[in-house]
C-alpha cells in the first residue's frame, strides 16, 4: 500500500470514530458489569503466567479493557488516533476515579520506547488498520522479553453468501431501530475497506499469520465461546444478525532471548 493511500485511509478512520465516539461509549456500556466480568474470566487465564507491572492498550476507544486491567490491579497506559474517543476514556476514568495515562498515537507507529510493556492488548481494531502487520511489529518492539500480545477481534465483514445477507437485514431493520448508528458506517468505510487487509478475512488464518511473520512466539487462537455466548443473549436482535459468534482472541509472545 502506497503512504498516501494509508494516510488517507487513517484519516477517514479517525474522522468516523470521532464522530462515533458518544454513541460507542454508550452501547459499550448497556451491560457494563456483567460484560467486564465475562471478559475478565478470558484475560486471567491468558495472563496467568505472567508478572504484568505496565500494559498498553491499543485503540482504547472508551476505555473497555483498560478499566478491567485497573482492575487486575494493572498500571495501564492507554492509546487511540481518535481524540474523541480518548475524552470518552478520560470521562469514564475520572468518573470511576481512576488512574489511566492517555496519549493520542498511531497503532503502527507507536510513541514509546522499545522494551516498554509486559503486555499489549488491543480490541476490535486490527479489522481497521490498513497495515496490520507493520502494527503488530510495532507492538513486540514496545514489548519487554517474554512479553504477550492479546488481540480480540472478530469477523465482522464475512463476505460469504449466509453472513452478507444477514448484515443486510440488520441493515434494514436498523432504519426502523432507535438503536441504530448514528453516523453513516458504510459511508466511511466503503471506499477504503479495500486498504484494510482483514477488513472481509472469513476466519482466524490471516490473524495468525501476521503474528507469526512479526517473529512472536506460541501463537494461539480462542474463540471465546462464553463471551460470544453473552452477546448472544444480552445483544439487540439486529447485533445478533450481524455478529454472531464473531469474536475470537488471538494470543502470541515474544522471546526471552530478544
Known sequence: MSDSSARHSKEVISEYWDKRSESYAKSDSIFKDEERAIWKKCLIPAIADMSIRKALDVGIGPGFLSFILHDMEIDVMGLDMSRCMLNQAKDTSCYQRLNLDLCQGDAESLPFQSSSFDLVVSRNLLWTLPEPDKALIEWKRVLKPGGKILAFDGNHFDPSAVKKMTRWISVQLSRLSHDRNPVPFRKFYKPIEKHLPLYAV?????????????????????????????????????????????????????????
Request: glycine letters at 6%.
Open 202 to 258: 472469513s476466519g482466524t488464518d490471516q490473524y495468525r499469520a501476521i503474528f507469526k511473520v512479526a517473529g512472536l512466539e506460541c501463537v494461539t487462537v480462542d474463540y471465546l465461546p462464553e463471551v460470544n455466548r453473552f452477546y448472544r443473549e444480552h445483544r439487540n436482535l439486529l447485533f445478533q444478525l450481524a455478529n454472531a459468534d464473531t469474536v475470537f482472541l488471538v494470543k502470541g509472545k515474544k522471546s526471552n532471548d530478544i
